[in-house]
């Protein structure tokens, strides 16, 4: 896989939506990607005391949200590991996989980025893969600015034309605005918990899968869900 371009684009899904499909799409296109690749979180390190929906069901969202669409496709490499899935590792494991001719894109919020540096190992993530980070609105690029030099190293410089910041050694980071959909998975959670429609949020095979394996159910005045335990469908 020489000279390929691959975008990873990482989340808890929990469960995908139009918000995180449309920025996919942006930066697929924007970056000419030969493949972008969903990978959901195992177990996402950030979240160790919310229980998620299993990682089975929020892989099939996945899977159900990018089918059809050419280019698009899905790992559950994070699904195989265990502990915690930290960043690192399947930039780690990509890297091998596809060796050093492809280029890695790794595909992540502004609030996700913001919190780096408390990630696992978080230098190395600056040599393993171009990071895209998504802007929402109201987001300067320059506001990237103090947390790179501080956190990262003082050598990332902004170059306007290439909305990107770029480094002697490290790799570049990316800031890419993308079309401002206020849709978030906790949002669409609480909808669902509270029983109303979250139809037009996310694709209706997800919704469908959401329906038939209730998950997210109706939470009764009790604090439990109808039908199942609170803790299973949060
Ligand atoms: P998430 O909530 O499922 O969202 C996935 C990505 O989509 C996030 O980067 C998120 O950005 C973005 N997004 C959500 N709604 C959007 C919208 N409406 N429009 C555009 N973009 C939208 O995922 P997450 O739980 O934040 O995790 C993100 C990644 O960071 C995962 O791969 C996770 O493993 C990784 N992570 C790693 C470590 C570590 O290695 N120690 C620690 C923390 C996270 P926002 O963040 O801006 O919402």
Same mark, same amino acid.
């Given at each position: 896989?020489?000279?390929?371009?691959?975008?990873?684009?990482?989340?808890?899904?929990?469960?995908?939506?139009?918000?995180?499909?449309?920025?996919?799409?942006?930066?697929?296109?924007?970056?000419?990607?030969?493949?972008?690749?969903?990978?959901?979180?195992?177990?996402?390190?950030?979240?160790?005391?919310?229980?998620?929906?299993?990682?089975?069901?929020?892989?099939?969202?996945?899977?159900?949200?990018?089918?059809?669409?050419?280019?698009?496709?899905?790992?559950?490499?994070?699904?195989?590991?265990?502990?915690?899935?930290?960043?690192?590792?399947?930039?780690?494991?990509?890297?091998?996989?596809?060796?050093?001719?492809?280029? &890695?894109?790794?595909?992540?919020?502004?609030? /996700?980025? %913001? =919190?780096?540096? +408390?990630?696992?190992?978080? *230098? #190395?993530?600056?040599?393993?893969?171009?990071?895209?980070?998504?802007?929402?609105?109201?987001?300067?690029?320059?506001?990237?600015?103090?947390?790179?030099?501080?956190?990262?190293?003082?050598?990332?410089?902004?170059?306007?034309?290439?909305?990107?910041?770029?480094?002697?050694?490290? &790799?570049?980071?990316?800031?890419?605005?993308? /079309?401002? %959909? =206020?849709?978030? +998975?906790?949002?669409?959670? *609480? #909808?669902?918990?509270?029983?109303?429609?979250?139809?037009?949020?996310?694709?209706?095979?997800?919704?469908?899968?959401?329906?038939?394996?209730?998950?997210?159910?109706?939470?009764?005045?009790?604090?439990?869900?109808?039908?199942?335990?609170?803790?299973?469908?949060?």
């Amino acid at each position: 896989m020489t000279g390929s371009r691959l975008g990873l684009m990482g989340g808890t899904f929990n469960p995908i939506h139009f918000g995180h499909l449309r920025a996919a799409e942006e930066v697929a296109e924007g970056f000419r990607l030969s493949r972008l690749l969903f990978v959901p979180s195992g177990q996402p390190p950030h979240k160790p005391h919310r229980p998620v929906v299993e990682f089975e069901h929020r892989l099939a969202m996945v899977r159900l949200a990018s089918a059809g669409r050419p280019g698009f496709g899905v790992s559950d490499v994070e699904g195989h590991r265990r502990g915690p899935s930290y960043t690192v590792d399947t930039l780690g494991f990509f890297q091998k996989a596809w060796g050093p001719a492809a280029t &890695l894109y790794f595909i992540v919020g502004l609030d /996700a980025f %913001l =919190d780096v540096a +408390s990630w696992r190992d978080y *230098r #190395r993530l600056f040599t393993l893969a171009h990071l895209v980070v998504i802007s929402r609105p109201g987001t300067d690029p320059l506001d990237l600015e103090p947390l790179l030099k501080a956190m990262v190293s003082v050598d990332y410089a902004w170059y306007e034309g290439e909305r990107a910041f770029f480094h002697p050694r490290l &790799l570049p980071v990316h800031y890419r605005p993308v /079309a401002p %959909l =206020d849709i978030s +998975s906790s949002a669409i959670r *609480r #909808r669902a918990h509270r029983g109303e429609s979250i139809r037009y949020l996310i694709p209706d095979p997800v919704r469908e899968y959401i329906d038939n394996n209730r998950l997210y159910q109706p939470i009764g005045p009790d604090g439990l869900s109808f039908g199942r335990g609170k803790e299973e469908n949060v």
